[in-house]
């Protein structure tokens, strides 16, 4: 029979006792036996057995060896005892690896033991999935798992669709990504019959790609269906990303069927491929793919991404492609209410697309403008002498009343910086930094700017997040719910 989509918190053995405040909407807790066996962990796990049965919640057992990527490195007999040890000790169900000698436990005889089939590949996913599907199927069992690493985005798909597979056979299932790009696959997992989706405790996943306990929450994953619309983020790096909490945010404070994921990117041609085949609804974009790379899967252009010849927000507009770009006016509405000082001398550190329009934005209103560029005599050239252009060198002894990093976080390290700004400047200069996370790039940290006014890019970000949510939504942001907003960010409410 099949039984309705479930949630299950996946947990080592070593972290047990910390499961207390994670059970919201939880109905099943795997141990992972084989993370942090010892004889003092299986005692506390028996008493945690014991008050999560009571609680009215199912646990799971797995002991996963060495050679599944788990832990357990003892004997396969002391494997199997330790599981029905398990089993003995208030456990109700098995996770029994498939080709593997747990598996003479899907005959264990116990009134109380029910068994997961799983299927597990760490490198990529079979071309014959359907066939070791049908193999599994052929040996009876509560529940099918597959789970396998996630190298392009359309395995999110084939594993998606085993669900499919399963379900016509009335089998319950959760066949799911692992890795970097697996996101797709475990947001909608429930949307493709999946039945079980896996957390783990925030920042101690049991998987990779694993969602946390927080992200369900963010995410809002258990309102996932089949009419759910995706957004997301793409770039590589992207997990350090803000746009997932700021959008998701936003999703949920007006109430949209939607997600915002972040995706992983390192082949763009594939993943959009992949978007246009699966309706991806809007995306924004960042490094490295704000280039020709992205922008030739475009049908139309905005008047703001025309002016530059580049944007950074993708939408769908008369059935096309369509991108728009939120860089110039994000900084414009950060700079108008948060610096508002008169114009002097300014300089742009960067000549990339974000660097240029921040500098066209700036010499709009009376600045005079340089720019800082690795290669001076050959950025002179391509922009036709529209600006002062000079090399990292010349700012040891220039002057200037505002200064501007435009470069991507971890360009430079802080010595770096130091040699670069080997003295103090002036105290009433202003610098900005467009990178919004001063961990990520120590540039604001830098010694020489300790007595200046310091800004970093996080209400440029916010600026954008909530002109492209306008694109995508058709809703204009209320101040008050961009007080919200920074109050989930942590962050003064006057920054809005």
Known sequence: MLMESQNCLAVGLDDIEKLAGYLNRIQFVEIRFDLGLSTKNLERAKKIITILRDRGLEVIATCRRVEDRGGFTSSKEERLTLLKWAIEHGATILDLEVSSEAESLLHYKNPECRKILSYHNFEFVPDDMESIAETMVSREAWLYKIVCKANRYDDNIKLLDLNRYFSSRGQNSTCFGLGEKCLYSRAFLTAHTGKMNFYAIPEKTTAPGQFST?????????????????????????????????????????????????????????????????????????????????????????????????????????????????????????????????????????????????????????WMMTLISRRPEEKRKTLDFQYMIENYSWLASAQYDLLINAIPAGAFSGDDWKKIFPKKTPDDMIVVDINYRQNADPFLNTEAFDKNRKYDGLDMLVNQAVMQFQIWTGINVEAKSGRFLFQKLKLPNGRF
Not at 220 to 232: A, H, I, K, M
Not at 282 to 292: C, H, R, S
Not at 339 to 357: E, F, M
Request: charged share 25%.
């Open 214 to 366: 927080n992200d369900r929450e963010l995410f809002r994953l258990d309102s996932v269906n089949d009419l759910t619309e995706c957004y997301g983020v793409i770039g590589n790096p992207v997990s350090h990303s803000l746009s997932p909490l700021i959008h998701n945010t936003l999703l949920g404070i007006y109430s949209l069927n939607a997600i915002f994921l972040p995706f992983y990117v390192d082949d763009i041609e594939e993943f959009m491929e992949f978007a246009k085949r699966n309706g991806i609804n809007g995306l924004a974009v960042t490094y490295p793919w704000k280039d020709e790379r992205f922008y030739k899967h475009i049908a139309t252009f905005e008047e703001s991404a025309r002016k530059f010849s580049s944007g950074n927000t993708l939408f769908i507009k008369n059935g096309e492609l369509t991108l728009a770009d939120m860089d110039y006016d994000g900084f414009a509405g950060f700079f108008e209410k948060k610096i508002h000082c008169q114009p002097g001398r300014a300089i742009v550190i960067g000549t990339g697309n974000t660097g240029l329009k921040i500098a066209a934005y700036l010499r709009s209103r009376g």
